[in-house]
């Protein structure tokens, strides 16, 4: 991309309201980037969310790699603003796999990610004929088979994490965080923040890894896979599960924590650290965390 050049924003929520239809129309494409490089991103949008694509449905990136992305925010208006290098929300049906993020930097303010801002699996009202009830219809939503390298820098204020923001009762599967970790509140080798969506949608972290190129550091809570995990209140038989990770980071925080720094209702299993590499280091609080 030619240097200079500030990315378009495709897809934001603030622009893509077709008042004719009453609907927003989201990126619904696929796009295969077949071992291919896009080298020297530059976004700095002043979104609800931003990245190469702002927010997706039924969207697909698969097999991309992004060199030398540089991606910054100074919006601060908004509670949740998410900043990241390829999806700022990838939702309902949506994915990204095989991609690989190298030699860049993310700066923002919440649910600021690597790869994804906030990966959600939602319940969706399907079209019907007026008159007529709605159907819901659940469909995943998944980050699988992505990296960041230990040349690239992911900061934010708060729920920051290597790969996603949040995983929002989705997947993210088999991926590994090489990169350093910065947030005043919340951070997590992986994910910043996961949590369960409906009755039907725990979230899962499955096979994933944060290595011993990385740092964890939060004024706060961090964990070498998670930040923090949140049972939604409505829905108290959900769950959001760690399963099969691995956490060789060094965490740093106030409240710091080798997998993750604050549970509810979390379920670990076959997960794993090394005690050498996954230094948990308290900055003026003991350590009480998982």
């Not at 495709?10 to 989201?26: G, L, M, P, Q, R």
């Amino acid at each position: 991309i030619p240097s200079g050049s500030n990315w378009p924003a495709i897809s934001d929520y603030e622009t893509s309201y077709n008042s004719e239809k009453n609907v927003y129309e989201y990126y619904e494409g696929v796009i295969d980037g077949n071992g291919y490089t896009i080298s020297g991103l530059r976004i700095n949008h002043d979104l609800v969310a931003s990245g190469f694509l702002c927010w997706t449905k039924d969207a697909k990136v698969d097999n991309l790699t992004f060199n030398n992305a540089v991606i910054y925010k100074t919006r601060t208006v908004l509670s949740f603003v998410d900043v990241v290098i390829i999806i700022g929300r990838c939702w309902d049906g949506s994915h990204v796999n095989n991609c690989h993020i190298t030699n860049s930097s993310v700066l923002g303010k919440n649910e600021v990610g690597g790869i994804v801002g906030r990966v959600y699996r939602r319940t969706i009202k399907t079209n019907t004929p007026d008159g007529q009830p709605q159907n819901l219809m659940e469909k995943m939503a998944y980050v699988t088979y992505c990296t960041t390298d230990n040349k690239t820098v992911v900061k934010g204020e708060k729920l920051v994490g290597g790969i996603v923001g949040m995983n929002y009762g989705a997947i993210v599967g088999q991926c590994v965080n090489n990169a350093d970790v910065f947030a005043n509140d919340i951070a997590g080798g992986v994910a910043g923040y996961t949590r369960s969506y409906t009755a039907k949608s725990d979230g899962y972290i499955i096979g994933c890894k944060s290595s011993a190129d990385a740092t964890i550091t939060s004024n706060a809570y961090a964990g070498g896979i998670v930040g923090q995990v949140y049972q939604d209140t409505k829905h108290y038989y959900t769950r959001s599960w760690v399963v099969g990770c691995a956490s060789e980071s060094q965490v740093v925080a106030a409240k710091p924590a080798t997998m993750i720094g604050y549970s509810s209702y979390a379920t670990i299993t076959a997960c794993w650290a090394v005690k050498n590499g996954a230094n948990v280091i308290a900055n003026n609080a003991k350590n009480t965390n998982i």
